[in-house]
């Protein structure tokens, strides 16, 4: 079993950058990949970004591609995400996840463990 913890939200006025941390604890051994969801309300789950844990092959949704980043640090067993120019339309609940084999990242159902989300609100 993994669990998965994310940090870094807050709120950030439009045109500012915040970076999102999430630690994997567990059997860390298994994970193949990481990603980044978003879900704001009324808003079906929205893929972000996704990195190939052993590789670090990333995989960037297109609204946010050349504003944010993501990256591991294998040693740490920790996901990031750096978050540039940001957007109101980017407020949303940040989750983390994990996958354990071979699969889409943009896909939300080839992940099998979720982290409790991070709120990130941008202000106008």
């Known amino acids: 079993q993994v669990q998965l913890v994310e940090s870094g939200g807050g709120l950030v006025q439009a045109g500012g950058s915040l970076r999102l941390s999430c630690a994997a604890s567990?059997?860390?051994?298994?994970?193949?990949?990481m990603g980044w969801f978003r879900q704001a309300p009324g808003k079906e789950r929205e893929f972000v970004a996704g990195i190939r844990w052993s590789t670090g092959g990333t995989v960037q949704a297109d609204p946010v591609k050349g504003r944010f980043t993501i990256s591991r640090d294998n040693a740490k067993n920790t996901v990031y995400l750096q978050m540039n120019s940001l957007k109101p339309e980017d407020t949303a609940v940040y989750y983390c996840a994990a996958a354990r084999g071979f699969g889409r990242l943009e896909f939300s159902g080839y992940y099998d463990y979720w982290g409790q989300g991070t709120q990130v609100t941008v202000s106008i």
């Open positions: 567990g059997s860390t051994f298994g994970i193949s990949a």
